[in-house]
Structure formats: C-alpha cells, structure tokens
C-alpha cells in the first residue's frame, strides 16, 4: 500500500475517497495491520486498477493461517473467492481450518449454499473438507457430504462415474429415509448408464421397498403432517413405479421379455394411488405413456415384427416428444432393424431432420438426462453406423461410425470404442482415404490421451 501510494503520488486521504474505505480503517491496516474486511479489500484492489482477487493469497497467509482462525472472517473469503473461482485459496482455508472440526459444521453450511447456488466446484472442496474431517464419524452430515460430491462427480466419464457411484453406495443407509429415495434413484440410474444390470436390479429393489414404506406411513389413518416435513423430488408414489420401470429394463437387458412385460404391466397399473391431484395424474398418465410404449418395444426386440407401424403410430401420436424421448424411440427401431435384418429406410428418411439434431446433446442436472441419454446417443450412432454398413451405403455409414466413436472416447467406454474399431475394420476396404486418415488419427490420439493418462508402457527388449 505504501509503495502504491508514493508510486501515484497520492495521500491516504485522497486514496480513501478513491476507494470508499474510510481512512482511519486504512491506518489502522497500515500502521496496526489489522485485517480489514474482504469487501474492503475489493474496494481498494478496484481503486488500484488490478485484477478482482489480486490479494487473495496474502489475505489468507496472513490474516487467516498466521492467525486464529475466525469465521466471521473466513465465510466471506470463501464465498469470494467461490465466485472468482479462485479454487486453489479455498483449498488452502479448507485444509488449514479443518484441523479443528468445530468448524465442520459451519463449512457444511457453506457449501450447501455454494452447492444451491450452482457453484459446485467450490462446494465440492468444501464437502471433501468436512467429509475428510468426518471420516469416523457415523452422521448424517458425512453422508450428505458423500451424496453431493456424488452429484458432483459424476459427469461423461464413465469409467470415473463407476468408481464414484460405489464410493457412495455405502452411505445411502446413512441418509435421511426420504433422501435415500433419491439418491438410490440416482445410483440406479447411474449404474443403468454403466450397464451394471445386478447393480440396477439391487438397487431398484431397495428403493421400491423404502418408497412403498414412506407411502404407507403418509397415509397412516389420523396421521398428521409434520411442519417443515422433507419432501422427496417427485411424487413419493413414483418411486414405487419408477422401481418397476427400472427392472423391467434389466430383465430387457437380458433378453427376457417375458418378465420385462409383467415389470411394465405393474408401473402401468396405478390404481393403488392415492392422490388424485393434478400433479398425480401427469406422473399417472407419463408412467401409463412409458409403459404403452415399452409393451411394444418389448414385443419388437422378441422377434415380432408386426408391431413396428404399431410403434411408428405410438410415435406420431406422442405429443411433446423430447430428445431424449426421439433418440431412444430410433435406437429401439435401429436395435430391431440390425438384429432381425429389416429394411426401415423410410423411417429414417421421415426422422432425417431429427437425427441430424443428435449431435447436439441436452444439458441438465437431471442424474438421468446427464448419465443415461450420453450412452443412448452413443450406442444409437453405433446402430446406425452399423445398419449402413450393412446396406452398402459407406459415406452415411462411416459419418455415424466417426460420430459414435467420439462419443465412445468422451463416455471412456472401452467396449463401445472397440465395437467401433472393430466395425471399422471390417468396412475400411470401402472408406475414401480421408475417411480412413480421420479414424487413425482418432485411435491414434486415443492411444495418446491413454498413454499420457496411464504412464508410458515399458518396453519390450
């Protein structure tokens, strides 16, 4: 400060005009070095003309690890630095205070507003500070903290997703009864990304007994509502349902239709449902919509045929059709047209517009849209690829083989970036040299990323 005041020729006073910091508070920093606040320090680092944040690090070495630390001073370092993302900083706070868990629940509330606020980075630090400092204790808290950084983590990455998710599992027990709800919603769906079909039976299996105990205690007769009682994300009565839903698409998986059917016959009667208000009836009417459809998929991966236009009519019928909806509707035609040889170059010429739009995947916090639907789209470029290959029609074929093979490498899918090797492999004789040129510079910086990734092989002499 002393030497920005002589370098501009300037007095404290008309430096505290210029930065809206009373002068005794700047005295009392200079002379005294008593912290000012972060706010303050903002104020003078703008009248200076440097960069929001500049001081940051001296602030936190000598106003917060050389000192005791105090909270009042350090909630608001961190939300600044939170909304800088000044993340290195906040480690440093976290790691230094965390030696003292009297602080963990003040950090706990911290980054559950930082995690509300959408800063997820940040929060993320900060739930692994009280998680680390909690780690032998059994409280709710510990396992709130492993269910948001659960949340966090998980992201296209699927080979990260899997360690993610088992880390968590262990906590589920730990949780409110009715945050169990969701977050064994959201494992099911991440394993369901990961094709752990045991993982996603298991799971579904829990959820529906929990929720249909939570629903039969909601409607215990002469029960009174709690105040401020916790609430699940949807309607309690589908997580019942949503649970059918689940294995009934692990049975499909395995290629029993048979029980996939009875699993989609129970989500699509919900007669059993209490409420009757309009909330209810949209998730009633959506569980029905899902269950009409899947009663036909189910039919055309079994072999029959007959129903494809059946379908095709579901399909023109829907309203409100998503993305999500559309891609995994194609990918079941695709399914059936590669597995029982059928010719559906109309269809995809009707949907043509449609596809094209499939590069461009949805964003959302939805643990379902952000897992399952990156899969979807990659295993329906696969199919695709696949399908043309097989008609002779190279150019398309090859377009949807590059894009699914991109998508594999982004997913970290192993199996689905080997099937895409190993289609094009048996095609290449028919691709134009760009085309091959493209592929073996994807392999090739795939071999890169893994190399740079896992550690230079040891050679073979």
């Given at each position: ?7 501009n020729?300037l ?14 508070t ?16 903002d ?48 480690q ?38 009280v ?26 990455d699927?080979?990260r ?11 589920v ?14 494992l ?11 993982k ?13 105990i ?14 401020h ?38 989500y ?55 993305q ?29 517009t ?45 377009k ?20 895409c ?27 890169l ?10 050679r073979?002499?």
């Open positions: 400060m002393d030497n920005y005041l002589r370098e020729n007095t404290l006073a008309e430096f505290a005009e210029c930065s809206g910091v009373h002068q005794r700047l005295n009392n920093w200079i002379l005294k070095h008593r912290p000012v606040a972060i706010h303050q320090l104020r003078m680092t703008l009248a200076m003309g440097l960069p929001e944040g500049s001081f940051y690090e001296r602030y936190i070495e000598h106003y917060i690890i050389e000192r005791s630390p105090d909270w009042r001073r350090i909630e608001p370092v961190l939300y600044r630095c939170a909304e800088l993302d000044k993340l290195e900083a906040i440093r706070v976290v790691g230094h205070i965390m030696d003292k868990l009297l602080y963990s629940p003040k950090l706990f509330d911290a980054a559950e507003r930082l995690f509300a606020q959408g800063r997820h980075a940040a929060a993320l630090l900060l739930y692994e500070g998680a680390e400092g909690e780690k032998y204790q059994h409280s709710e808290r510990l396992a709130i903290c492993q269910y948001r950084m659960f949340t966090i983590q998980v992201g296209d699927q080979s997703n899997l360690k993610v998710a088992t880390l968590f599992e262990p906590f027990e730990r949780l409110d009864e009715i945050d169990q709800l969701d977050a064994l919603k959201d099911a769906n991440v394993y369901r990304s990961l094709r752990q079909w045991d996603v039976d298991k799971t579904a299996r829990i959820m529906k007994e929990k929720a249909k939570q629903y039969s205690i909601k409607h215990q007769e002469k029960r009174k509502p709690r105040e009682e916790k609430k699940t994300r949807g309607p309690l009565f589908g997580y019942i349902a949503y649970a059918d839903l689940l294995c009934a698409g692990v049975y499909e998986a395995q290629g029993d239709y048979q029980q996939a059917l009875q699993y989609t016959y129970a699509a009667n919900l007669d059993w449902v209490k409420e009757t208000d309009e909330d209810t009836r949209h998730w009633v009417n959506l569980f029905r919509h899902w269950a009409k459809a899947n009663v036909i998929v189910n039919k055309l991966l079994s072999g029959d045929v007959s129903v494809l236009y059946e379908y095709l009519n579901y399909i023109d019928a829907s309203s409100d059709t998503t999500e909806d559309r891609v995994t509707q194609l990918l079941n035609i695709m399914i059936t047209a590669n597995r029982y040889q059928l010719d559906v170059n109309d269809i995809l010429k009707q949907f043509e449609e596809i094209e739009s499939f590069s461009h995947q949805p964003s959302s916090g939805d643990i379902y849209v952000q897992q399952v639907m990156p899969d979807y789209f990659a295993w329906f470029g696969y199919e695709m690829a696949y399908y043309y290959l097989h008609q002779g029609m190279y150019s398309d074929g090859f949807h083989l590059m894009n699914a093979s991109i998508k594999a490498n982004i997913l970290n899918n192993e199996t689905y970036f080997i099937n090797m190993g289609l094009f492999v048996r095609f290449q004789a028919h691709a134009f040299p760009e085309t091959k040129a493209g592929f073996f510079n994807l392999i090739e910086k795939v071999w990323n893994n190399v740079k990734k896992n550690g230079t092989a040891n073979c002499e």
